[in-house]
T-cell receptor, first 116, second 115 residues
């Protein structure tokens, strides 16, 4: 069974600085998708960025980028120029291909605090 | 505006009562999902539906029931058989083509508290 691990329960960053959130996963599949979702205090889950496993190029969305290391099964999120609005819980998630469901498998989350 | 709505935002239930959480989407998505979120445990799948009139159990379906009579709606009933129903419930939807590119989008959630 696939698992997703986020080993940092909490992180803190100064405004305007860069922070990296870690995520590792375990799977025997070769084709899959990885996601980072953000959950601010409103608790709405917002998609931040996604990465296709067969693409070697790391995904980027404005200030958010990933470091995808397929062999190491690592999928970290880098937030550049951190802003106060980035403060939230961040979840890493995995989705496989070809199963009976589009089930997302989530990690336990990293709570990011942004200090002014 | 296209999106997913959930109601109510907060719900209180007495022990032994069934309650129904509403989820509606106007994104024309075929697939819909219910997740439960508990502190320190991430999100876990309760039920999902790939198409109208069809739904499947997820990882923690015991004590829950769903229906999918319309494409836009996927209500979740928390029954009295659910031993620990206090949690945050999130509904999601996606196009439903079963490819890895099929991204799920979430509603704002319902906080259920059992008194």
């Amino acid at each position: 069974a696939q698992t997703v691990t986020q080993s940092q329960p909490e992180m803190s960053v100064q405004e305007a600085e860069t922070v990296t959130l870690s995520c590792t996963y375990d799977t025997s599949e070769s084709d899959y998708y990885l996601f980072w979702y953000k959950q601010p205090p409103s608790r709405q889950m917002i998609l931040v960025i996604r990465q296709e496993a067969y693409k070697q190029q790391n995904a980027t969305e404005n200030r958010f980028s990933v470091n995808f290391q397929k062999a190491a099964k690592s999928f970290s999120l880098k937030i550049s120029d951190s802003q106060l609005g980035d403060a939230a819980m961040y979840f890493c998630a995995y989705k496989g291909y070809g199963g009976a469901t589009n089930k997302l498998i989530f990690g336990t989350g990293t709570l990011l605090a942004v200090q002014p | 505006d296209g999106g997913i709505t959930q109601s109510p935002k907060y719900l209180f239930r007495k022990e032994g009562q069934n309650v129904t959480l509403s989820c509606e989407q106007n994104l024309n998505h075929d697939a819909m999902y219910w997740y439960r979120q508990d502190p320190g445990q991430g999100l876990r799948l309760i039920y999902y539906s790939q198409i109208v009139n069809d739904f499947q159990k997820g990882d923690i379906a015991e004590g829950y029931s769903v229906s999918r009579e319309k494409k836009e709606s996927f209500p979740l009933t928390v029954t009295s058989a659910q031993k620990n129903p206090t949690a945050f419930y999130l509904c999601a939807s996606s196009i439903g083509d079963r490819r890895p590119t099929d991204t799920q989008y979430f509603g704002p959630g319902t906080r259920l508290t059992v008194l």
